[in-house]
T-cell receptor, first 113, second 113 residues
Framework: GAGVSQSPSNKVTEKGKDVELRCDPISGHTALYWYRQRLGQGLEFLIYFQGNSAPDKSGLPSDRFSAERTGESVSTLTIQRTQQEDSAVYLCASSFPRALEQFFGPGTRLTVL | GQQLNQSPQSMFIQEGEDVSMNCTSSSIFNTWLWYKQDPGEGPVLLIALYKAGELTSNGRLTAQFGITRKDSFLNISASIPSDVGIYFC?????????????WGLGTSLAVNP
């Protein structure tokens, strides 16, 4: 597709369950970012992938959060043992190498009951 | 994490009015980006600024990179109802090869037709 896609668009889960969120970046974009956006809040950086370099995980809030990326394509954000405080929209963005302009997907709205 | 000071936090204006919002940083930035987020969607890039003093327009939007390199503003002229949304500024400083952007908390704009 032409843009960044994310799935699912909405996810409702029970506290304590694990969830996986998927991001398909724009083809050719070697950089990929995950953000968390709580209701009415700004963007909270989670993790950044750039090509084959070690990812920048400095924004992950706890060891329940992890992310993987297959080469320069799909990325998966995993949240283990979800808590109600994890409820938020999780946004993925990608960019060309050495470019700062990030292109965002529509997000996954996660609700933890 | 580090954040930009973005103001105002929210605005409620009449259709046809001009709008101005700004971002400030305690440190020097090399790049400023302005994004708009519509409800239920990811942010979309509006304007990118790369040089101190630069003034760039995109339709009714005008943004400037402050001469001190510590601030930027966004103006919207003759607002229309579809301007409703959250406007975010983002910037990058001199942190080597780190492509991580610093984000403002957003300005929520409501337009009364």
């Amino acid at each position: 597709g032409a843009g960044v896609s994310q799935s699912p668009s909405n996810k409702v889960t029970e506290k304590g369950k694990d969830v996986e969120l998927r991001c398909d970046p724009i083809s050719g974009h070697t950089a990929l970012y995950w953000y968390r956006q709580r209701l009415g809040q700004g963007l909270e950086f989670l993790i950044y992938f750039q090509g084959n370099s070690a990812p920048d995980k400095s924004g992950l809030p706890s060891d329940r959060f992890s992310a993987e990326r297959t080469g320069e394509s799909v990325s998966t954000l995993t949240i283990q043992r979800t808590q109600q405080e994890d409820s938020a929209v999780y946004l993925c963005a990608s960019s060309f190498p050495r470019a700062l302009e990030q292109f965002f997907g529509p997000g996954t709205r996660l609700t933890v009951l | 994490g580090q954040q930009l000071n973005q103001s105002p936090q929210s605005m409620f204006i009449q259709e046809g009015e001009d709008v101005s919002m700004n971002c400030t940083s305690s440190s020097i930035f090399n790049t400023w980006l302005w994004y708009k987020q519509d409800p239920g969607e990811g942010p979309v890039l509006l304007i990118a600024l790369y040089k101190a003093g630069e003034l760039t327009s995109n339709g009714r939007l005008t943004a400037q990179f402050g001469i001190t390199r510590k601030d930027s503003f966004l103006n919207i002229s003759a607002s229309i109802p579809s301007d409703v949304g959250i406007y975010f500024c983002a910037g990058r400083g001199n942190a080597g090869n780190n492509r991580k952007l610093i984000w403002g908390l957003g300005t929520s704009l409501a337009v009364n037709p």
